[in-house]
C-alpha cells in the first residue's frame, strides 16, 4: 500500500536551506516568492491489509527512523484513507496536516 | 519587584541574589536577571574552576597570547603565530548528536578567526558509551551517538573548508549517557596583528553581523551548566541547527576586514550571546557600551529584550569599527552578502545598557558582570571507591595461555583498532597542507610560504584518570606532547578541555582539583605553557558521573616539513630500535594498571596507570626531536594503549616495510607469570619505538647514551610476520595480514551497513 | 598562460587551486569573483570544488546562476578550455556544460581518501600529457559523487569517448571495488563533445606534491599549459 | 499563497538513501516496509493573486531550480486549487502525480 511521509523541521528550528533558496530566488527575479521551508519527502510501499494498519506502521517509522523528533514534525498519508479532520478539499494535503507530531 | 521563584528559575543562589542586587543598587529588571544569570552560569564565569585554573602554567618566551582571550597563541617564526583553542559541546551533541556535534565545530572555528587567524586544522576528542556490550545503554544507541556526532563533525568542517586532521575516540559505559565531543581548532595569523574581543575607543560604533537572531538555545548557558535528568527533554528547543554556509562567508568577511584598521575589536556570540560578547568587549576596554535590540536582525516576530540578549544563535559575530569608516566595513561585508547591522556605540560609562526603541531596559556595570561573578571553592573529598579500586593483584590472576590471540583482540578493540571510518568522513586533505594523514600518529599541517609545519595531538585517558585522576592528568600531557615529538615536533604550546561531573560533590572537585594539579605539573615539568581551555562540569545523568576526562592539546613546531615522522616502517631491513626502558619491572601490577588489556582480557579496570617519570619523559622527546631533525630516524610511535606489542604491530599495518621481528630482554628477576604480558601489553609511558638505516642506527645511539636515553636495537624490520620473543623464546608471533585484518575491521565493523536516519 | 579560478560564495579548494597553478607550476592565476562579468584575459578556467552556497538544495545548484557562468558559458563555446574539480564538476552538470548528474555516494558517507583513476582519453586540454591508460593516484573528498545518467547518454558519452577518467584499482584494473561513490561505469570524470570542457570528482590539483602523497594531479594540469602552448598562449 | 513542491527521483534512476532505510529498516523488523523512496518537500510562500498564478510560479521555480529535470520529477500543489486529471479521491495526492515533468 503507498504510503507518504512528509517531514519538515519544527517552525521554530531555523532552516538554513530553505534561507539560501529564497535568498538565491531573490536574485533570480523570484521576489515573489517570500518564504522556502525544505522538508523530506518519502515514499513507502507499505506490505498491510488495511489502511489503517498502514498508517500505523508508517507512523512508526517515521518516529523512529525518517524524522529526527527533536527538531522535526512529521505528518503521514495512506492512499485511500479519508484524512482526519481537517476536512481537505480535493487533492491537496489538509492545511494544516492531518496528523503533527510534535514530540 | 522580582518573585523567589524567578530568581531560582535563573539558577541564581540567594547571595549571588544578594550580590547582583549590591551590584545595581535597586532590584534588577527580568531582563537584567536573565543577563546575570547567563553571565554567572558555571558556563560562563567558571565559578568552580577558575581559582584552580590559575595553576597552569601559562608563560613562556614563545607566549603572545595566554588565557583570557577567544583563544591562545604561540610564536611559531617568521612573524606568524599558531592561535589554538579546544572546546566541548557535549550536552547539545547528547540532546542531538549531528546538530550539537555541528555547531561545536561552529563555535571553536569562531574562536579561532576572531582572533584573527586563519583556521587551517581541528582535531575532535570524543568518547562514547560501550561499543561492545550494552552496559549503560545498549549498542544501538552507542552507535547511532557516534555516527551521529561524525557526521556532524564532518557535515560543518567539510562544508566550511577546514581539514579535520587528527584526533581521538574512547569508549567507556561511563559515557553512555553523556558522550564527551571535544573540538580542537587551529588557526596561523600574523603575529603582529592578533585581533582581540576588546571595545575601546569612545564612540566607536558597534556592528552585529551574521545569522538573524532566533529563540535558539535560550538559556542553553545555563542548559549546559545543569545536570541531565529526564527533565532534560524540556531542553529540546535548545537544539540548534548549524549554517556552515553562513559561517564560511563570516569567516571570509572578517579576516578581509582585518587586513584594514578599520576594525578595533572583534567576538563571536557564543553562549549567552549577545550578552556575554557585549559586556565581555567592554569589560577588556575598561569602556561602556549602549546597544538598541531593536536594531538587532531577528528571525522570528515579537521576540522581548530579554529573548533578545539571550539568544544563542549561531553565527554571529560583533564588532566595534573605527569611526569614520563604517563605509568600508559595510562594503566588504556586502561583498560576501552579509549585511552587517550598527546596533550601539562604544560609551565611557563603563555600563552595558540596552535599549529597547530608545527605552532603557537594562544597566548593568561591566566590570562586575563580566569578572565579579562569584567564585566558589568548592570543598573536596577523596573518593571512597578509590583504595578499593587501584588494588591490582596480579597474582590473583591467570595470565592468558595464548599472547598472539590476546594481541589479535587488543588490535581489534575499538580504541586501538584503525579509526579510519570517521576520518575518512572527514575531508582532512582541504586546504593542501596536510603532511601527515589521519591514522599516522600525530597530526601534521605545513605552514605555506615557510619551510615549517605544526603537530598536533589531542589526548586524554578517562580510565586513567578514573583510577588516579592526578596521573591520569600528567600522563595526557605526556602523551600529547609525546605523539607530537614522534612526529618531529618541538611542543611549544598546550590547550586544555576538563570534562568532568558535579562539582558540588565533593568526590567530583576532588578528581578535578587533582587532574588540574597534574596537568599543571606536567606542563612545568615539560616546560609547555597552557595557552588557554575551556571547562565542562556537571556531566551527569541521573547522578552517574562520566569518567574524570581531561583532555589535553599540545601544539608541536616542525623546523622542516620534510622531515616529519609517521608511525610507519617505511622499508624493509631496518633496525627497530625500542627508546625508553625495555625491561618491565621484575613483578606486581606495573603498567598494568588501568591498561587495555587488563579491561579487555580480565575485564577489569583496576590498579594504578604506570606513573610518569618526566625526567626521562623530558629527555625522550628532547631525543626524538633532535634524532628527527638529523634525519637518524625513519619513523617513530609511541606505546600507548596495548603497550609495545601494539605500537610495533601498528609501526607494520600498511606500511612498506613489512613485518618485523623484534627480540626483547625479560623481566630482571622471578617472573611471577606475567612477566611476558607486561613486557607485551604494559603501557608504561615514555617508550617509542623508531626504525633507523644503518648510518642513522650508530649516531641515534651515541645521541641516546648523551642524553642518558636508554636506547636498545630490539630487532628488523621485514618479513610477512610480527614476531615478538622474550629472552630469547617467541612469545607470540602473528601473520601481518591476520594483524591487519583485526586492527582495520576492530571499529567500523560496529557500524556496517551504513548507519540510519540520513 | 593565465588561469582563471572562479569563487563561488562556499568555494573552498579555490587557494588549493591557485597554490597548485601559481606556486607548484609556476604559471599565473587570478581569482575570479562569481558576480564578475569578466574572465580576465585567461586562457584556462578552473572551477573549483568546495561546497558552493553550502550544497544547499543540489550540489552545484544554485551556483549555475551565478553571473560569471554567463562568461564561462560564453569562454566554453568559444573552444576555450574550463575544468571543473569536485563542487565545479558538479556546477558544469547543473549548468547544462557537461551532461549527466551525481548522486549521493552508494554507502552515502562523505569518502576523503586516494583513490586511482585511469585516463582513458588523452584528447582534452586537460589530459594530453597522460598516455593512454596511465593510472593516476588522486584524492577525493566528496558525498555526491556517484555519477548517473540516462543509459542513452551513458552509451552517447561512450561513443563519443568522452569518458575522460574511469576508477580502477593501483594496477589499472576495472573493479567494482575500486568504484569508491557507485558511479555508473565506474565513471570518474567526463568531457564535453567538444572536448574543451572536463569536469571529474577527483582533486588533481590536491596531488602536485609529493610532500601529499602524490603528485599524479600535475599532468591534469600541465596538460592545459602544454595545450595553450600549443595554440600560442603561453 | 501556500505552495508546495514535491521532488522525487525519476523511477530509472537508483536511489541510494531509499536503499539504505529500507535495509535498516529490514534489520530494525519492519520487513512490511517493501520499498522507499526519499525524494524533497518544499512549502512555498508565494505572492500571488490566484491559485493558477501561484502555481505557475511555483512550476518555473520547481523547473529552473527546485528540481534537476536530467534525475528528478516534480509536482505542484497550491491551496485552495482543485487539481488537474486525473481526479483524486479526497485527501491525498493524485496517484499519478497531477503534472509530472519528465524532463
Ligand atoms: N576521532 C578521530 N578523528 C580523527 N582522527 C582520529 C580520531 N581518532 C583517532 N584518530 C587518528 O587515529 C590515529 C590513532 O589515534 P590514537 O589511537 O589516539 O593514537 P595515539 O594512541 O598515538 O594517541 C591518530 O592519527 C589520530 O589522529
Ligand atoms: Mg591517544
Given at each position: 500500500?503507498?504510503?507518504?511521509?512528509?517531514?519538515?523541521?519544527?517552525?521554530?528550528?531555523?532552516?538554513?536551506?530553505?534561507?539560501?533558496?529564497?535568498?538565491?530566488?531573490?536574485?533570480?527575479?523570484?521576489?515573489?516568492?517570500?518564504?522556502?521551508?525544505?522538508?523530506?519527502?518519502?515514499?513507502?510501499?507499505?506490505?498491510?491489509?488495511?489502511?489503517?494498519?498502514?498508517?500505523?506502521?508508517?507512523?512508526?517509522?517515521?518516529?523512529?527512523?525518517?524524522?529526527?523528533?527533536?527538531?522535526?514534525?512529521?505528518?503521514?498519508?495512506?492512499?485511500?484513507?479519508?484524512?482526519?479532520?481537517?476536512?481537505?478539499?480535493?487533492?491537496?494535503?489538509?492545511?494544516?496536516?492531518?496528523?503533527?507530531?510534535?514530540? | 519587584?522580582?518573585?523567589?521563584?524567578?530568581?531560582?528559575?535563573?539558577?541564581?543562589?540567594?547571595?549571588?541574589?544578594?550580590?547582583?542586587?549590591?551590584?545595581?543598587?535597586?532590584?534588577?529588571?527580568?531582563?537584567?536577571?536573565?543577563?546575570?544569570?547567563?553571565?554567572?552560569?558555571?558556563?560562563?564565569?567558571?565559578?568552580?574552576?577558575?581559582?584552580?585554573?590559575?595553576?597552569?602554567?601559562?608563560?613562556?618566551?614563545?607566549?603572545?597570547?595566554?588565557?583570557?582571550?577567544?583563544?591562545?597563541?604561540?610564536?611559531?617564526?617568521?612573524?606568524?603565530?599558531?592561535?589554538?583553542?579546544?572546546?566541548?559541546?557535549?550536552?547539545?551533541?547528547?540532546?542531538?548528536?549531528?546538530?550539537?556535534?555541528?555547531?561545536?565545530?561552529?563555535?571553536?572555528?569562531?574562536?579561532?578567526?576572531?582572533?584573527?587567524?586563519?583556521?587551517?586544522?581541528?582535531?575532535?576528542?570524543?568518547?562514547?558509551?560501550?561499543?561492545?556490550?550494552?552496559?549503560?545503554?545498549?549498542?544501538?544507541?552507542?552507535?547511532?551517538?557516534?555516527?551521529?556526532?561524525?557526521?556532524?563533525?564532518?557535515?560543518?568542517?567539510?562544508?566550511?573548508?577546514?581539514?579535520?586532521?587528527?584526533?581521538?575516540?574512547?569508549?567507556?559505559?561511563?559515557?553512555?549517557?553523556?558522550?564527551?565531543?571535544?573540538?580542537?581548532?587551529?588557526?596561523?595569523?600574523?603575529?603582529?596583528?592578533?585581533?582581540?574581543?576588546?571595545?575601546?575607543?569612545?564612540?566607536?560604533?558597534?556592528?552585529?553581523?551574521?545569522?538573524?537572531?532566533?529563540?535558539?538555545?535560550?538559556?542553553?548557558?545555563?542548559?549546559?551548566?545543569?545536570e541531565f535528568d529526564d527533565r532534560s527533554a524540556d531542553n529540546r528547543p535548545a537544539v540548534q541547527v548549524g549554517d556552515p554556509f553562513m559561517e564560511k562567508l563570516l569567516l571570509e568577511a572578517c579576516l578581509e576586514v582585518m587586513e584594514t584598521d578599520a576594525l578595533v575589536g572583534i567576538q563571536d556570540m557564543g553562549a549567552a550571546g549577545l550578552t556575554c560578547s557585549t559586556c565581555e568587549m567592554a569589560a577588556r576596554g575598561g569602556t561602556g557600551i549602549d546597544i538598541d535590540v531593536s536594531r538587532v536582525p531577528r528571525r522570528e516576530t515579537g521576540m522581548t529584550p530579554y529573548e533578545i540578549m539571550l539568544s544563542e544563535s549561531q553565527e554571529r559575530m560583533l564588532l566595534v569599527v573605527r569611526r569614520g569608516r563604517e563605509a568600508e566595513v559595510e562594503r566588504i561585508f556586502d561583498k560576501w552578502d552579509l549585511h552587517a547591522v550598527r546596533i550601539g556605540e562604544v560609551t565611557g560609562d563603563g555600563l552595558l545598557r540596552v535599549r529597547?526603541?530608545?527605552?532603557?531596559?537594562?544597566?548593568?556595570?561591566?566590570?562586575?558582570?563580566?569578572?565579579?561573578?562569584?567564585?566558589?571553592?568548592?570543598?573536596?573529598?577523596?573518593?571512597?571507591?578509590?583504595?578499593?579500586?587501584?588494588?591490582?593483584?596480579?597474582?590473583?590472576?591467570?595470565?592468558?595461555?595464548?599472547?598472539?590471540?590476546?594481541?589479535?583482540?587488543?588490535?581489534?578493540?575499538?580504541?586501538?583498532?584503525?579509526?579510519?571510518?570517521?576520518?575518512?568522513?572527514?575531508?582532512?586533505?582541504?586546504?593542501?597542507?596536510?603532511?601527515?594523514?589521519?591514522?599516522?600518529?600525530?597530526?601534521?599541517?605545513?605552514?605555506?610560504?615557510?619551510?615549517?609545519?605544526?603537530?598536533?595531538?589531542?589526548?586524554?585517558?578517562?580510565?586513567?584518570?578514573?583510577?588516579?585522576?592526578?596521573?591520569?592528568?600528567?600522563?595526557?600531557?605526556?602523551?600529547?606532547?609525546?605523539?607530537?615529538?614522534?612526529?618531529?615536533?618541538?611542543?611549544?604550546?598546550?590547550?586544555?578541555?576538563?570534562?568532568?561531573?558535579?562539582?558540588?560533590?565533593?568526590?567530583?572537585?576532588?578528581?578535578?582539583?587533582?587532574?588540574?594539579?597534574?596537568?599543571?605539573?606536567?606542563?612545568?615539568?615539560?616546560?609547555?605553557?597552557?595557552?588557554?581551555?575551556?571547562?565542562?562540569?556537571?556531566?551527569?545523568?541521573?547522578?552517574?558521573?562520566?569518567?574524570?576526562?581531561?583532555?589535553?592539546?599540545?601544539?608541536?613546531?616542525?623546523?622542516?616539513?620534510?622531515?616529519?615522522?609517521?608511525?610507519?616502517?617505511?622499508?624493509?631491513?631496518?633496525?627497530?630500535?625500542?627508546?625508553?626502558?625495555?625491561?618491565?619491572?621484575?613483578?606486581?601490577?606495573?603498567?598494568?594498571?588501568?591498561?587495555?588489556?587488563?579491561?579487555?582480557?580480565?575485564?577489569?579496570?583496576?590498579?594504578?596507570?604506570?606513573?610518569?617519570?618526566?625526567?626521562?619523559?623530558?629527555?625522550?622527546?628532547?631525543?626524538?626531536?633532535?634524532?628527527?631533525?638529523?634525519?637518524?630516524?625513519?619513523?617513530?610511535?609511541?606505546?600507548?594503549?596495548?603497550?609495545?606489542?601494539?605500537?610495533?604491530?601498528?609501526?607494520?599495518?600498511?606500511?612498506?616495510?613489512?613485518?618485523?621481528?623484534?627480540?626483547?630482554?625479560?623481566?630482571?628477576?622471578?617472573?611471577?607469570?606475567?612477566?611476558?604480558?607486561?613486557?607485551?601489553?604494559?603501557?608504561?609511558?615514555?617508550?617509542?619505538?623508531?626504525?633507523?638505516?644503518?648510518?642513522?642506527?650508530?649516531?641515534?645511539?651515541?645521541?641516546?647514551?648523551?642524553?642518558?636515553?636508554?636506547?636498545?636495537?630490539?630487532?628488523?624490520?621485514?618479513?610477512?610476520?610480527?614476531?615478538?620473543?622474550?629472552?630469547?623464546?617467541?612469545?607470540?608471533?602473528?601473520?601481518?595480514?591476520?594483524?591487519?585484518?583485526?586492527?582495520?575491521?576492530?571499529?567500523?565493523?560496529?557500524?556496517?551497513?551504513?548507519?540510519?536516519?540520513? | 598562460?593565465?588561469?582563471?579560478?572562479?569563487?563561488?560564495?562556499?568555494?573552498?579548494?579555490?587557494?588549493?587551486?591557485?597554490?597548485?597553478?601559481?606556486?607548484?607550476?609556476?604559471?599565473?592565476?587570478?581569482?575570479?569573483?562569481?558576480?564578475?562579468?569578466?574572465?580576465?584575459?585567461?586562457?584556462?578556467?578552473?572551477?573549483?570544488?568546495?561546497?558552493?552556497?553550502?550544497?544547499?538544495?543540489?550540489?552545484?545548484?544554485?551556483?549555475?546562476?551565478?553571473?560569471?557562468?554567463?562568461?564561462?558559458?560564453?569562454?566554453?563555446?568559444?573552444?576555450?578550455?574550463?575544468?571543473?574539480?569536485?563542487?565545479?564538476?558538479?556546477?558544469?552538470?547543473?549548468?547544462?556544460?557537461?551532461?549527466?548528474?551525481?548522486?549521493?555516494?552508494?554507502?552515502?558517507?562523505?569518502?576523503?581518501?586516494?583513490?586511482?583513476?585511469?585516463?582513458?582519453?588523452?584528447?582534452?586540454?586537460?589530459?594530453?600529457?597522460?598516455?593512454?591508460?596511465?593510472?593516476?593516484?588522486?584524492?577525493?573528498?566528496?558525498?555526491?559523487?556517484?555519477?548517473?545518467?540516462?543509459?542513452?547518454?551513458?552509451?552517447?558519452?561512450?561513443?563519443?569517448?568522452?569518458?575522460?577518467?574511469?576508477?580502477?584499482?593501483?594496477?589499472?584494473?576495472?573493479?567494482?571495488?575500486?568504484?569508491?561513490?557507485?558511479?555508473?561505469?565506474?565513471?570518474?570524470?567526463?568531457?564535453?563533445?567538444?572536448?574543451?570542457?572536463?569536469?571529474?570528482?577527483?582533486?588533481?590539483?590536491?596531488?602536485?606534491?609529493?610532500?601529499?602523497?602524490?603528485?599524479?594531479?600535475?599532468?591534469?594540469?600541465?596538460?592545459?599549459?602544454?595545450?595553450?602552448?600549443?595554440?600560442?598562449?603561453?
Amino acid at each position: 500500500m503507498r504510503t507518504r511521509v512528509f517531514v519538515t523541521l519544527k517552525p521554530s528550528v531555523f532552516d538554513p536551506q530553505g534561507r539560501t533558496i529564497v535568498e538565491a530566488l531573490g536574485s533570480m527575479g523570484y521576489g515573489a516568492v517570500r518564504d522556502v521551508r525544505q522538508g523530506k519527502y518519502f515514499e513507502l510501499d507499505v506490505d498491510a491489509e488495511t489502511p489503517e494498519a498502514a498508517r500505523a506502521l508508517a507512523t512508526e517509522v517515521a518516529d523512529r527512523l525518517l524524522a529526527n523528533p527533536v527538531i522535526e514534525s512529521y505528518q503521514v498519508e495512506v492512499d485511500g484513507e479519508t484524512p482526519q479532520a481537517p476536512p481537505a478539499e480535493p487533492g491537496r494535503l489538509p492545511a494544516k496536516p492531518a496528523r503533527l507530531v510534535d514530540a | 519587584m522580582i518573585e523567589q521563584a524567578a530568581i531560582d528559575a535563573h539558577g541564581l543562589s540567594a547571595e549571588e541574589y544578594r550580590r547582583l542586587v549590591e551590584i545595581l543598587g535597586r532590584e534588577p529588571t527580568i531582563t537584567e536577571l536573565g543577563i546575570f544569570s547567563v553571565m554567572w552560569s558555571e558556563h560562563c564565569s567558571y565559578k568552580s574552576s577558575r581559582r584552580h585554573l590559575r595553576r597552569f602554567p601559562t608563560d613562556g618566551p614563545r607566549v603572545l597570547q595566554g588565557p583570557g582571550e577567544n583563544a591562545g597563541a604561540v610564536d611559531v617564526g617568521d612573524g606568524l603565530a599558531a592561535v589554538f583553542k579546544i572546546e566541548s559541546h557535549n550536552h547539545p551533541s547528547f540532546i542531538e548528536p549531528y546538530q550539537g556535534a555541528a555547531t561545536g565545530v561552529g563555535g571553536i572555528i569562531r574562536d579561532i578567526f576572531t582572533m584573527g587567524a586563519r583556521p587551517i586544522a581541528l582535531l575532535d576528542s570524543l568518547r562514547f558509551g560501550a561499543l561492545e556490550d550494552g552496559r549503560g545503554g545498549t549498542r544501538a544507541d552507542t552507535a547511532r551517538l557516534v555516527d551521529g556526532v561524525v557526521a556532524g563533525i564532518a557535515g560543518y568542517g567539510n562544508s566550511i573548508g577546514i581539514p579535520t586532521v587528527g584526533g581521538e575516540v574512547a569508549f567507556e559505559p561511563r559515557y553512555a549517557g553523556n558522550p564527551l565531543v571535544n573540538v580542537f581548532c587551529l588557526g596561523v595569523a600574523e603575529a603582529g596583528r592578533l585581533a582581540k574581543g576588546v571595545a575601546s575607543g569612545t564612540g566607536n560604533p558597534v556592528y552585529y553581523v551574521g545569522a538573524k537572531t532566533g529563540r535558539d538555545g535560550i538559556h542553553g548557558a545555563t542548559m549546559a551548566s545543569a545536570e541531565f535528568d529526564d527533565r532534560s527533554a524540556d531542553n529540546r528547543p535548545a537544539v540548534q541547527v548549524g549554517d556552515p554556509f553562513m559561517e564560511k562567508l563570516l569567516l571570509e568577511a572578517c579576516l578581509e576586514v582585518m587586513e584594514t584598521d578599520a576594525l578595533v575589536g572583534i567576538q563571536d556570540m557564543g553562549a549567552a550571546g549577545l550578552t556575554c560578547s557585549t559586556c565581555e568587549m567592554a569589560a577588556r576596554g575598561g569602556t561602556g557600551i549602549d546597544i538598541d535590540v531593536s536594531r538587532v536582525p531577528r528571525r522570528e516576530t515579537g521576540m522581548t529584550p530579554y529573548e533578545i540578549m539571550l539568544s544563542e544563535s549561531q553565527e554571529r559575530m560583533l564588532l566595534v569599527v573605527r569611526r569614520g569608516r563604517e563605509a568600508e566595513v559595510e562594503r566588504i561585508f556586502d561583498k560576501w552578502d552579509l549585511h552587517a547591522v550598527r546596533i550601539g556605540e562604544v560609551t565611557g560609562d563603563g555600563l552595558l545598557r540596552v535599549r529597547d526603541r530608545g527605552g532603557v531596559v537594562a544597566e548593568i556595570p561591566n566590570r562586575e558582570l563580566a569578572d565579579a561573578a562569584p567564585l566558589y571553592d568548592r570543598p573536596t573529598r577523596r573518593p571512597a571507591y578509590l583504595d578499593e579500586a587501584q588494588r591490582l593483584d596480579a597474582s590473583a590472576l591467570s595470565a592468558p595461555v595464548d599472547l598472539t590471540r590476546t594481541w589479535l583482540d587488543l588490535l581489534a578493540a575499538p580504541v586501538i583498532a584503525s579509526k579510519r571510518w570517521i576520518y575518512r568522513q572527514y575531508d582532512h586533505m582541504v586546504r593542501t597542507n596536510t603532511v601527515a594523514l589521519p591514522g599516522l600518529g600525530a597530526a601534521v599541517v605545513r605552514i605555506k610560504g615557510t619551510g615549517r609545519a605544526l603537530a598536533m595531538s589531542v589526548d586524554g585517558n578517562g580510565r586513567h584518570a578514573w583510577l588516579d585522576p592526578r596521573e591520569g592528568g600528567r600522563l595526557a600531557v605526556a602523551e600529547a606532547a609525546r605523539n607530537v615529538a614522534c612526529a618531529g615536533a618541538e611542543p611549544i604550546g598546550a590547550t586544555n578541555c576538563l570534562n568532568f561531573g558535579n562539582p558540588e560533590r565533593p568526590d567530583i572537585m576532588w578528581q578535578f582539583v587533582e587532574a588540574v594539579d597534574g596537568i599543571a605539573e606536567g606542563c612545568r615539568a615539560l616546560g609547555i605553557p597552557i595557552t588557554g581551555g575551556n571547562v565542562s562540569l556537571y556531566n551527569e545523568t541521573d547522578g552517574q558521573a562520566i569518567d574524570p576526562t581531561p583532555v589535553i592539546g599540545v601544539v608541536g613546531l616542525l623546523e622542516d616539513a620534510g622531515r616529519v615522522l609517521t608511525r610507519l616502517f617505511p622499508a624493509a631491513g631496518l633496525d627497530v630500535i625500542l627508546l625508553g626502558d625495555s625491561a618491565p619491572a621484575a613483578a606486581g601490577a606495573d603498567g598494568l594498571g588501568g591498561s587495555e588489556y587488563l579491561k579487555r582480557v580480565h575485564r577489569l579496570v583496576r590498579g594504578r596507570p604506570a606513573a610518569v617519570d618526566f625526567d626521562r619523559e623530558r629527555a625522550l622527546q628532547r631525543l626524538m626531536v633532535d634524532a628527527a631533525r638529523r634525519g637518524m630516524v625513519c619513523s617513530a610511535h609511541d606505546c600507548a594503549e596495548g603497550g609495545l606489542a601494539v605500537a610495533l604491530a601498528e609501526c607494520c599495518i600498511e606500511s612498506g616495510g613489512g613485518g618485523a621481528r623484534v627480540d626483547l630482554p625479560g623481566p630482571g628477576g622471578p617472573d611471577d607469570g606475567f612477566g611476558a604480558v607486561r613486557t607485551l601489553f604494559g603501557e608504561s609511558p615514555s617508550r617509542v619505538i623508531v626504525s633507523a638505516a644503518p648510518e642513522g642506527r650508530a649516531g641515534l645511539l651515541v645521541l641516546a647514551r648523551d642524553r642518558g636515553v636508554p636506547a636498545a636495537v630490539i630487532g628488523r624490520t621485514g618479513g610477512d610476520r610480527v614476531t615478538v620473543s622474550v629472552a630469547g623464546g617467541v612469545v607470540a608471533d602473528v601473520a601481518l595480514d591476520a594483524a591487519e585484518r583485526a586492527w582495520t575491521t576492530g571499529l567500523a565493523r560496529h557500524f556496517e551497513p551504513a548507519a540510519v536516519r540520513q | 598562460m593565465k588561469f582563471a579560478i572562479i569563487q563561488f560564495p562556499g568555494s573552498n579548494c579555490d587557494h588549493d587551486a591557485y597554490h597548485a597553478v601559481r606556486h607548484v607550476l609556476g604559471r599565473q592565476a587570478e581569482f575570479v569573483w562569481h558576480k564578475d562579468s569578466d574572465l580576465r584575459g585567461a586562457d584556462a578556467v578552473v572551477l573549483p570544488g568546495g561546497f558552493s552556497y553550502g550544497d544547499y538544495l543540489r550540489t552545484g545548484a544554485i551556483a549555475r546562476f551565478s553571473p560569471v557562468m554567463q562568461r564561462v558559458k560564453a569562454f566554453a563555446d568559444a573552444g576555450g578550455p574550463v575544468i571543473g574539480i569536485c563542487n565545479g564538476f558538479q556546477v558544469l552538470l547543473e549548468a547544462g556544460l557537461l551532461e549527466g548528474a551525481l548522486l549521493r555516494n552508494r554507502r552515502l558517507k562523505f569518502l576523503c581518501q586516494h583513490v586511482h583513476v585511469r585516463v582513458e582519453e588523452t584528447d582534452t586540454p586537460f589530459s594530453r600529457g597522460a598516455a593512454a591508460g596511465q593510472v593516476l593516484k588522486l584524492p577525493i573528498a566528496h558525498g555526491e559523487g556517484n555519477f548517473h545518467a540516462s543509459p542513452e547518454t551513458v552509451d552517447a558519452l561512450e561513443a563519443n569517448r568522452q569518458i575522460v577518467f574511469r576508477y580502477c584499482d593501483a594496477e589499472g584494473a576495472a573493479t567494482d571495488a575500486a568504484n569508491p561513490n557507485g558511479s555508473l561505469r565506474r565513471i570518474a570524470g567526463v568531457c564535453n563533445r567538444r572536448r574543451n570542457v572536463v569536469g571529474l570528482m577527483p582533486h588533481p590539483e590536491r596531488a602536485c606534491e609529493s610532500a601529499l602523497g602524490s603528485e599524479d594531479g600535475r599532468v591534469v594540469l600541465e596538460s592545459v599549459v602544454t595545450a595553450m602552448a600549443a595554440t600560442g598562449a603561453a
